[in-house]
């Protein structure tokens, strides 16, 4: 069973989202005309694949977990968008895929083998192409006043990973590629406990998989820990988007 097969089915409609205004604002930053070739490395649901489509000339997406290619396929069915679905690790990409103007990974980079991927990058990349490797997070300035609670409860059912973030620092660093610039999108979005809770089933280190028969004991304690924070059931919870902008060197 692959990391997420088991999130698939809810990974779209819980996780951190990106709105339609930072698809629109990343597409004008980059003035995209409409007839760029993009592929998307560990699409999932093709949340990222979907949103930047009207912007595009054709879209491409790659992920290794075939119930998130099933749930992509079935996405881009309902948008009515073109999606070539190729289930597959990056790092596994035959070498006549290619090449492409802009190259989009979120929330994935953690997963990649660093120099299979660099040298897939270099070969599908054009020459004054784009890489773009994007999240989303609730904002930590203290707007989201239960997310340092939420954050404590999810921990303890499973213990945060600090070299997550290192990965996404240093990344590019030695490579034919560097980062230019960070584009971010500060949005709220309506959320509840339930919301929060399902949101945490998204993540590899605490999906359906993993908890196991723990679900329902996490379910109660992270439920009661937020019930102070929402007194009539829901809040806007304050969100920024991140897109940083990758070319080579």
Not at 74 to 85: H, I, K, Q
Not at 142 to 170: I, K, Q
Not at 176 to 200: G, M
Request: aromatic residues 8%; contains cysteine; hydrophobic residues 45%.
């Amino acid at each position: 069973m692959g990391r997420f097969e088991t999130t698939a089915g809810t990974y779209e409609r819980f996780r951190e989202p990106y709105p339609a205004a930072f698809f629109a604002k990343l597409a004008d930053r980059l003035a995209l005309g409409g007839s760029e070739r993009l592929i998307d490395l560990g699409t999932g649901p093709g949340i990222l694949a979907l949103g930047f489509a009207p912007y595009v000339g054709s879209v491409i997406g790659v992920d290794p977990e075939a119930e998130m290619i099933a749930v992509a396929r079935a996405n881009a069915a309902e948008a009515g968008v073109a999606l070539p679905l190729i289930h597959a690790r990056a790092e596994d990409l035959p070498p006549d895929l290619g090449p492409f103007d802009l190259i989009t990974i979120g929330r994935a980079l953690h997963w990649m083998e660093r120099g299979p991927t660099i040298a897939v990058l270099e070969r599908l990349l054009t020459a004054d192409g784009t890489i773009l490797t994007t999240g989303s997070a609730p904002a930590k300035d203290g707007c989201n006043p239960w997310l340092e609670t939420m954050e404590r409860v999810s921990h303890s059912w499973a213990p945060h990973d600090e070299r997550v973030l290192s990965v996404y620092r240093t990344w590019f660093d030695d490579t034919p590629f560097q980062e230019v610039e960070e584009i971010t999108h500060v949005f709220s979005e309506t959320v509840t406990p339930e919301h929060l809770f399902a949101r945490l089933l998204t993540r590899s280190s605490t999906s359906p998989a993993v908890l196991g028969d723990r679900i329902e004991a996490c379910r109660a304690e992270l439920l009661a820990a937020l019930a102070p924070f929402f007194p009539e059931g829901s809040r806007e919870e304050t969100l920024i988007a991140r897109a940083t902008v990758i070319r080579r060197r």
